[in-house]
């Protein structure tokens, strides 16, 4: 109890330290353009380092959705961000097992050890973090989704997206025409595809037409998720969600937009210096963290 009243005591002045972030004329349509949903890493939660930054931002239902890695922690966070009031969680299944020919029953494995995932991305910007081509992706992805249709089908399960950024448009059409079009169209509404991702990082740039063209081509039924968004700078978040996130839904029709990060030691971070891997000290929340806790908006 202590321990969590100092956490408690540090967060508060953390805060207060920053507070004069808020009073930006921008903050207002921010907040009304916010979609609540995280992307957070899941370092040190065993210390109880992060959850008292999210822990106002999922009671006040500012975030009601995380994405997150698999790892030892994800059951123990994902049960605690859901008793704390999200209503789902978005699982990664490592880019390290989609090559591996047992990767099926690796995955099923991974679910069952996490029952409380309802949503599964399979892989994460695997153009950059392991260079697999697309061409060599969807297959791998389409026979996963088979699977969990087949042996998990309390879950839902994604397609990974590209880096959010210049050359993303090809990589999409490239993912399309290697099968996930024709998955999105089929006329089985069991089997079809339900939902595609998309990573962004740009601001008022090309992309966002260019990927537009691309989501075109999917039936209307199929949504648009954007598991990564987000600008490295603390000065650049607030307008970045005020300006982007309506771009994103009205030119990509994203119904969900993550914002990433929650916290590691860059300016993409909503609560910059939470690792214990960071130098900052004491943690720095940004305009934006602070623009969605009580009050922060007026």
């Given amino acids: 109890m202590k321990r969590w009243m100092a956490v408690m005591i540090a967060v508060t002045l953390a805060i207060a330290c920053g507070r004069g972030g808020v009073t930006d004329a921008t903050a207002p349509g921010a907040l009304t353009e916010w979609s609540p949903y995280l992307g957070i890493h899941p370092f040190a939660w065993d210390q109880n380092i992060q959850q008292p930054y999210l822990a106002p931002l999922l009671e006040r239902s500012m975030v009601r959705g995380i994405r997150l890695d698999a790892s030892p922690e994800t059951g123990q966070i994902a049960a605690w961000a859901l008793g704390m ?18 990767v099926a029953e690796i995955f099923s494995a991974t679910v069952r050890a996490n029952p409380a995932i309802e949503y599964w991305e399979i892989g994460n910007e695997v153009d950059l973090f392991i260079t697999m081509p697309p061409e060599q992706y969807v297959p791998i992805f389409i026979g996963l989704y088979r699977h969990a249709q087949a042996h998990h089908p309390e879950i839902t399960v994604i397609p990974q997206a590209s880096v959010g950024g210049t050359g993303g448009d090809s990589y999409i059409r490239r993912v399309l025409d290697a099968g996930l079009l024709g998955l999105a169209r089929d006329p089985d509404p069991a089997t079809q595809l339900r939902i595609f991702a998309l990573h962004y990082y740009s601001v008022q740039s090309t992309y966002l037409p260019e990927a537009k063209r691309q989501i075109q081509r999917l039936p209307a039924n199929v949504e648009v998720w954007v598991t990564e968004a987000g600008i490295n700078g603390f000065g650049g978040q607030v307008d970045f969600v005020r300006t982007e996130y309506p771009r994103l839904r009205s030119m990509v029709r994203a ?14 971070s909503m609560v910059r210096g939470l690792p214990p891997t960071c130098l900052e000290d004491p943690p720095a929340p940004s305009p934006l963290y602070q623009l969605l806790l009580p009050g922060g908006g007026a």
Avoid: K, Q
């Fill in 85 to 102: 009031g999200a209503d789902d969680i978005l699982g990664i299944f490592p880019n390290e097992y989609l090559a591996e020919p047992d």
């Fill in 255 to 268: 119904t969900r937009i993550y914002w990433y990060v929650f916290a590691e030691c860059s300016g993409h």
